[in-house]
Each structure stands twice: as C-alpha cells, then as structure tokens.
C-alpha cells in the first residue's frame, strides 16, 4: 500500500458477485485524479470466483488495492463496520461489487466540493438505476433539492450508496448498534449529516444494478418494511437524547412506514401483522390511541379520487418510461 494516507478510501464490499466484480473495481481504478486514492475490498468469504477475480487485480494494483478476504463469512452489517475500519482517507466513496461508475472524473469532481466546502459533511450525485431481471432503467432523484440537510434526510433517504463521498471520522468509531441494521447506507449518512450539510450534483455519474441476489431486492414487501423500521428505531434511540428535532422527523416517517406496513398485512389478511405493527407505531407515538392509529389506517385506505388518478398517471408514465428504457444502453466508460 502507499506510504503515506491516501486522499480517498474507495469501500468495496463483495459477496457472490463474480460476474461484476471485475467492472466494479475497474470503475474504480480508472477514475482520473489529482490525488492519491486506494480501494478496501471487503469480500465476505464468497464461494464463487470473486475472491480469484479480486486477487487479480490487487496483483495487478498491489500499491493501491487492499484486499480483505475473510475466511468466514460475516454478513453485511460486520463486513461493512470492518471493512470501513481499515480506510485510512481524509475522504470515504462506496462502490458494492455489483455496481459500478460511469464517470472517469466521479472522485476529483466530488473530492474538489468537499475541499472547496468544509461545512458539507457528503455530497452524492444522480444515478441509474438498473433493475436487471427487467432490463430496464431510471434515473434516481427526480426533483431532488441540491442542498439538504439532515432533517430533510431524516423525513426520508435520498442518498444511493454508489453516489456518495463523505469525510471520514466524523463520528468517531462506528456506535454497537450498528451491527444490527440489515442494510447499513441510511444510518452511515444519518450518522454523517449530524456535522454538515448534503450536497447533491444532478450529473449521473455511477449506475445502481438492482437484481434479484441482492439483499434489499430479494427481500418481499413486508420484509422491506421492517428493514426500514429496525434502522429508524436504532436512530430514534441514538437520536432522542442529542437531537429531538432529528428524533422527531424519524418518528414521522417510522409512523408512514407502519401505516404502509399495516395496509400490506390487511392485504394479505395478516392479522396478526395488523396488530404488532399498530402496536409498534404506538411505542413511538404514545400521544396517539388505537383508535387514531385505525383512523389513519383508513385514511391510508381510501384515498380521494384525485390521489388515486394521480397514482394511476404515475405508474402509466413509470411504465411507459421503462419500456423505452430498453432501447437505451447503459453509460459506460473508457480506460485501461
């Protein structure tokens, strides 16, 4: 590795990804700089040829490339909190291994904003999003603010992992609770945006592969839902104590989740479901009854006419939009 810390840490993780890996990494290590920059594979004990495909390239980059390959296989969240313990740069970018960038200059631009401005904590930028078993694409942040703060990323996540470049230690080593997120970007930037503003650059510059061996991808409606519930009741716990304003904006959107999560069980005739996850919902609200809950819930249940052609318009432009998404290649990009 460089003697000296380099400017950048590029965290990869890795797990099963052979087909990708190989377009992952050499996104990374084409990207054009003025600063040093060093890629931290993390790969999770895969049983296919990602550990011989990234053995092939630490070879062929030996100086800038750390692999990690561990012998036993230790899930996301602890693959990620170890791997994230070995970056050694001022500044953190995240590449998984089955995605990739599409922009030679993604590092220097986003590395020359958080140099010019010290009070942003991360900037991240547009992506497409490439849902793989279907063939087609979407561009992420539509109508996406170019500053936010985190209040705003509170109400919800608009950061795709694969965009993001945030300064390094700003809170310090990474809290236990974090090992029990399922999936750990919303709580990384939530932890980060306690010490500066978000900026966000419209260009597309990396492209975000959704398939079906992924975890969130794989994972059913409901499982979804409770993923998104278990991390924002670790940052309610994390949060209520130091910043109520940020416990206050998670709380609302937890609440959301549970309605959305509530109206899937009564879909499914989970009554069972119904019941935890009211039951949940009150935890965080106890200035709610039972009763308030289940006026939401009808609320939720029966919207208005103009909500429901608002819906119906919606999803017939996404369709017709990923029909024609088909047609139209993937960004790539040029270099060694």
């Known amino acids: 590795m460089q003697n000296n810390p380099p400017k950048v840490s590029v965290l990869m993780l890795t797990y099963n990804q052979e087909q990708y890996i190989d377009e992952a990494?050499?996104?990374?290590?084409?990207?054009?700089?003025?600063?040093?920059?060093?890629?931290?594979?993390?790969?999770?004990?895969?049983?296919?040829?990602?550990?011989?495909?990234?053995?092939?390239?630490?070879?062929?980059?030996?100086?800038?490339?750390?692999?990690?390959?561990r012998p036993k296989n230790l899930g996301l969240?602890?693959?990620?909190?170890?791997?994230?313990?070995?970056?050694?740069?001022?500044?953190?970018?995240?590449?998984?291994?089955d995605d990739y960038w599409c922009a030679a200059d993604k590092l220097q631009v986003q590395v020359d904003f958080l140099n010019a401005h010290p009070d942003y904590s991360c900037c991240f930028h547009r992506v497409v999003n490439y849902y793989e078993d279907r063939g087609t694409k979407s561009l992420s942040n539509g109508g996406q603010k170019t500053n936010t703060n985190i209040i705003d990323l509170a109400r919800g996540n608009y950061i795709s992992n694969v965009s993001a470049v945030f300064r390094r230690n700003l809170f310090g080593p990474l809290p236990d609770w974090f090992a029990q997120v399922s999936t750990y970007d919303y709580a990384l930037h939530l932890l980060n945006a306690q010490y500066g503003k978000l900026h966000y650059m419209h260009r597309p510059m990396a492209v975000y592969r959704q398939h079906g061996r992924a975890i969130w991808s794989e994972a059913g409606m409901d499982k979804k839902l409770d993923i998104a519930l278990v991390?924002?009741?670790?940052?309610?716990?994390?949060?209520?104590?130091?910043?109520?304003?940020?416990?206050?904006?998670?709380?609302?959107?937890?609440?959301?989740?549970?309605?959305?999560?509530?109206?899937?069980?009564?879909?499914?005739?989970?009554?069972?479901?119904?019941?935890q996850t009211e039951q949940r919902l009150l935890n965080y609200r106890p200035e709610l009854t039972i009763n308030d809950v289940r006026q939401l819930e009808w609320q939720r249940s029966h919207p208005s006419a103009s909500t429901r052609l608002r819906r119906l318009l919606?999803?017939?432009?996404?369709?017709?939009?990923g029909l024609v998404s088909r047609v139209v290649p993937l960004p790539r990009i040029k270099g060694e």
């Open 314 to 321: 919606k999803q017939g432009i996404s369709a017709c939009r």
């Open 231 to 275: 991390i924002r009741e670790l940052l309610m716990n994390y949060f209520r104590p130091i910043r109520t304003d940020v416990y206050d904006a998670l709380r609302t959107a937890h609440s959301n989740i549970c309605l959305n999560l509530i109206g899937y069980y009564q879909r499914t005739h989970n009554e069972e479901g119904v019941t």
């Open 77 to 97: 969240a602890q693959n990620f909190m170890q791997t994230y313990a070995e970056c050694k740069g001022k500044y953190v970018a995240i590449c998984e291994g």
């Open 25 to 69: 990494i050499r996104s990374v290590m084409i990207q054009q700089t003025n600063f040093s920059f060093e890629l931290v594979i993390g790969n999770d004990c895969s049983t296919d040829g990602t550990a011989a495909r990234c053995k092939a390239w630490q070879a062929r980059y030996p100086h800038r490339i750390h692999l990690i390959d």
